[in-house]
């Protein structure tokens, strides 16, 4: 997709001004989350409350603990982040407009109603219940749907809108209303928008610098800031958040139910899942012919993203690796149905400008211990490799399952 002239949205706001953070009542344990810190370190914790400077929680045996939120990369709970279409209802009332779920470049989710102009131009008109009606540029979108799908999604090379009768039509997109104006083939055509199940834009992903926040509804937001509150009357933690958030022209005071929040990634430049990036060669290793391809479970159905891979081996599986890429961590596990009597090892690789191999890392799994946190460092490295390895027995028994595999990148400094 070409750039577009016309006003730019430079970021949207979400402000969510945290009262506290226990997921329960009074007298229930915290929810259990994991944070995931800068050195790629997974904490199990029930999240109890968040300040301005930290992250209270509750460890595994119990203890209070306490955290610097500048140490601290995202939190998040075990459930998949989906949205579905709303409904009337659900996206409050007021206005008209055709029901979808809009995603915008920075990673935001936003559910609502499309609201169509007679005359579409260079921006989107949306609303939603959390945000109200608001302004996007075509330059900030991604995708919308406006039908339920259980096609992935996936990046266009150019601009693509599916129909009602699964025909594709790729160009370029001049405005979206009443109807969808896009340029396809030299020509120009305009289709009647409830026509359109979807459409994709040609937008390169770019990560905000800004907090994200991962609701249960579907929404994921951008949070400009967090501050607690003190404890009711009694001194007991409220289970509730108060919300402010602005999207545009529009905002909005209103109150989130803390168990309704599933993840909040505080940096989300410095976070990319390795499942989200292609990979580059995957092969047999100690002469063997054949090996299956890597499963990569999809991103909808994983916490904040992070696919987990499945790797049969003995195998070797590369990635090149995005500018910056400082970290490599996952939890290796062998797979439920192996883990009686499995073995394998898992060997983390990195190559930098050279192209030299050099282990980095290194776990064995069996059925004394059939899970592994690996971190490793990638500094200066261009490439990625696991190798996966059976151990006692027979190649048969090396299949592991990386849960959660995640690189940690320096982001490159904004340009002036």
Not at 319 to 324: Q, R, V
Request: without cysteine; aromatic residues 4%; neutral net charge.
């Amino acid at each position: 997709m070409t750039s577009r002239p016309g006003n730019f949205f430079t970021g949207s706001v979400l402000a969510l001004l945290l009262a506290s953070a226990s997921s329960m009542a009074q007298d229930a344990a915290p929810r259990r989350m994991v944070i995931l810190d800068r050195n790629l370190q997974r904490i199990p914790a029930g999240l109890d409350r968040l300040t301005s400077s930290t992250v209270q929680y509750t460890d595994a045996g119990g203890r209070s603990r306490s955290i610097e939120r500048s140490r601290v990369l995202a939190i998040y709970s075990g459930r998949g982040h989906s949205a579905s279409l709303p409904t009337a209802v659900a996206a409050g009332e007021g206005g008209g407009g055709i029901p979808g779920v809009l995603r915008l470049t920075d990673g935001q989710v936003i559910p609502g109603f499309l609201v169509t102009t007679d005359e579409p131009g260079e921006a989107i008109a949306w609303r939603s219940r959390r945000i109200g009606q608001f302004s996007i540029p075509l330059e900030r979108a991604w995708m919308m749907s406006f039908a339920e799908t259980a096609h992935a999604i996936t990046m266009p090379q150019r601009d693509t809108a599916i129909l009602g009768n699964s025909d594709r039509i790729e160009g370029f997109v001049e405005g979206i209303g009443k109807h969808l104006l896009i340029e396809a083939a030299g020509q120009k055509t305009s289709i009647p928008i409830e026509r359109v199940t979807s459409i994709a834009l040609a937008n390169p992903p770019v990560p905000g610098s800004m907090p994200l926040v991962f609701l249960s509804d579907g929404s994921a937001l951008t949070a400009s800031e967090f501050a607690s509150s003190p404890p009711n009357a009694k001194g007991t933690p409220n289970a509730t958040a108060t919300a402010q958030w602005a999207l545009a022209s529009e905002s909005g005071v209103g109150v989130v139910d803390l168990e309704g929040i599933d993840a909040i990634v505080f940096d989300p430049r410095a976070i990319v899942p390795l499942g989200s990036i292609d990979i580059e060669k995957a092969a047999g290793v100690d002469g063997r012919r054949w090996t299956p391809t890597p499963h990569v479970s999809p991103s909808e159905t994983a916490p904040i993203g992070l696919s987990s891979i499945t790797i049969s081996g003995p195998a070797q599986v590369d990635w090149k690796l995005p500018a910056g890429t400082t970290k490599f961590g996952t939890s290796a596990q062998l797979p439920p149905d192996a883990q009686a009597w499995g073995n394998a090892t898992v060997a983390v690789l990195a190559a930098g400008p050279t192209g030299m191999f050099k282990e980095v890392a290194k776990a064995d799994l069996s059925a004394e211990k059939p899970a592994a946190e690996i971190v490793a460092d990638l500094a200066d490295a261009r490439t990625l490799r696991l190798e996966v390895r059976g151990k006692s027995y027979a190649d048969v028994q090396a299949r592991v399952i990386l849960q959660q595999p995640v690189l940690l990148r320096t982001p490159e400094p904004a340009k002036k």
